[in-house]
């Protein structure tokens, strides 16, 4: 068996029809919406390195969105990495929206809604990993997905580097050297996105990093719980709250801050969302475990630079430029 496949499939498509079933069998279930009525022109290469696939992309302006009924009729469950070559892109995910240009990359999980708009003729790579990879290699990727990695100086340098350098290679890759130029690929995308956070997370012994990723994902699952804090979690995971907290030296975010970071995400993925509009900014703020909407609005102006009200008006579901 080849460790790396030689060949690429090529696909240029000037109808939008088929460009949105070729994007479909590229890479995930999508509907795609075409800007304008000028004639569409895309191109696909695709490519794989091992169990990792590489595709080019080169297209016209359009929409790609990924909804929670496709999600349901999919058994897709990866990461996809887009990496811009030429013009930008906007993505967004769980709230957060980003924009991308040339050498910037950035993640998306398959398994929750995205929308990424490519409102400019536009190159682009795709990469897609499988979630065991990456989960191996992160704590909780879902928090670092739609979040811009800058190629121009730093660990974002190294890896935008080495995956346009490896993308434009890959032909001439020989199967020995595949798997370990597939691991570094891994690993230099993970360490880059854990440089997002500003944190220097130590290493941790097998047990801390047990604890740790448990409690991060017990306060995902509790978000909507406003008796969420630093004791309940502790007692959920049977350890005291002295360990707990001790866990999370040396990170951005103590626990408690940890919550309320969170949950400030949540509400604007709430506010940005066309059912979250049927709500009051009131009732997300009480749902998301804030007792007092002045205190919640004062906290998101802090963090987002507009209160609540300003974001909804504004129009929330943009991508930010």
Known sequence: MQLADRSFTQRDCSSFSFWRDTVCETFVELDCRQHGSDRFKGQIQSRRLLDVSFATVAATPHTVVR??????????????????????????????????????????????????????????????????????????????????????????????????????????????????????????????LKDLTGESVPPVREGHHFFLNRALRFVEDNLLDESLSCESVAQALGVSSRYLRKLFEGRQHSLSEWIWHRRLEESLKSLGESQGAQRSITAIAYDLGFKDPAHFSKAFKVKFGMTPREYRLCGAIGIAH
């Open 67 to 192: 909804d929670a009924q496709r999600i349901a009729r999919s058994k897709d469950d990866d990461f996809l990495l887009s990496i811009i070559h030429e013009g930008e892109m906007g993505i967004e995910q769980r709230g957060r929206m980003t924009r991308l240009r040339p050498g910037e990359f950035a993640i998306y999980d398959t398994a929750e809604p995205y929308r990424i708009v490519l409102d400019q003729p536009f190159v682009q790579s795709v990469l897609r990993f499988s979630r065991k990879e990456i989960n191996d290699r992160l704590l909780n990727p879902s928090l670092l997905t739609s979040r811009a990695v800058g190629g121009d100086r730093g660990m974002g340098a190294i890896a935008s580097t080495y995956i346009r350098q490896l993308s434009a290679q890959l032909e001439d890759v020989s199967p020995m050297s595949g798997r370990q130029l597939r691991n570094t690929l891994l690993d230099l995308v993970t360490a880059s």
